[in-house]
């Protein structure tokens, strides 16, 4: 529909990829987006190998298009990395210093390696230790924020070094972001806030209801929520952190699911509300970029995908001639 040299790169057929959403993403969802075009994403975190193998199997059961899988470098394990490489189109990485042994073991078993940096001297490093692409996120994104730089400004910047493929994160939801990142010179959007009010997403409820109330100045830029992942900044909704305040500190705030278990929820703990968490789901961790401003209905992940394309398609032909 829209090709890049993202979009060729990867085999898909739109310059879309799914945040790696960390609880958020159901298999329905990944598979909604790679069979829309674009590039669905699994969060290794929290997933041992055979978990990792078992959500491979699910998704692929619904679709045969491109999937990833998305790794926090502070967590990594480098079995895991194995064993995902050999199931996964793409292999990416966040939050750490490009490495060039992940890199390489990705690499061995054919998976492509992205890396999504926040600076220009990480985008340069991911492409000496040999990242066939990158994404470059802005400090407007939602989650974990690796960069302090506007999308537009990073993203320019690392175009103008590198050859190879960028996508833009934080604040592109929309066609005219993906349209304004390719007339910078980038090749792809990564979207993630947007993808949580999917049908197909299984956050919260109640989280749902917060974004679809919130504008980019309900979001903040900060470290409330480091219980899990110290000194490590992230966007999430303001209106979380101040119910989390009111709270009591030394009780949980409710239970989330791992695996087969409910487990407690600290105050200020890292992991995001999905449909089986419970008690104060408000005072969890809503993650939000400042993108929400422009997102105020929920759609299909496909529709999603099939807007933001003939957004910018739209916005990139060229003008007629005056008669």
């Not at 066939?132 to 993203?155: C, K, N, S, Y």
């Not at 792809?188 to 749902?208: D, K, M, N, Q």
Request: include cysteine; aromatic fraction near 6%.
């Amino acid at each position: 529909m829209l090709t890049t040299r993202f979009t060729e790169l990867v085999g898909c057929t739109t310059p879309v990829q799914l945040a790696g959403m960390g609880g958020m993403t159901s298999p329905e969802l990944v598979a909604a987006v790679s069979n829309a075009g674009g590039l669905g994403m699994i969060a290794a975190v929290q997933l041992n190998e055979a978990a990792i193998v078992s959500a491979f199997q699910s998704i692929r059961g619904l679709t045969s298009g491109k999937v990833g899988l998305n790794f926090l470098v502070p967590f990594v394990n480098e079995a895991d990395v194995e064993a995902g490489s050999a199931l996964a189109d793409v292999v990416e990485f966040f939050f750490g210093e490009p490495d060039a042994n992940l890199v390489a073991r990705a690499h061995q078993h054919n998976a492509l390696v992205s890396w999504q940096v926040g600076s220009v001297d990480e985008a340069k490093a991911a492409v000496d230790v040999g990242c066939d692409f990158l994404i470059a996120q802005g400090v407007e994104a939602g989650g974990h924020v690796r960069g302090t730089q506007p999308v537009q400004e990073l993203l320019e910047a690392v175009c103008q070094f590198t050859n190879v493929p960028v996508l833009a994160a934080g604040g592109v939801s929309t066609g005219t972001g993906l349209a304004a990142t390719i007339k910078l010179g980038g090749d792809g959007v990564r979207i993630g806030s947007r993808f949580l009010l999917a049908h197909e997403s299984v956050a919260h409820p109640t989280y749902i209801a917060a974004l679809l109330a919130s504008g980019a100045d309900d979001t903040v830029h900060t470290l409330a929520y480091s219980g899990g992942w110290p000194e490590a900044p992230h966007r999430v909704l303001k209106s979380c952190i101040e119910a989390a305040t009111a709270l009591p500190s030394d009780e949980p705030v409710g239970t989330s699911r791992i695996g087969d278990q409910d487990v407690p929820v600290p105050r200020f703990n890292v992991a995001p509300p999905n449909i089986h968490s419970k008690g104060r789901v408000d005072a969890m961790c809503l993650y939000a970029g400042e993108s929400i401003e422009f997102i105020n209905t929920r759609e299909s992940a496909r529709e999603i995908v099939l807007d933001v394309v003939t957004q910018a398609e739209a916005q990139l032909e060229p003008a007629g001639d005056d008669i």
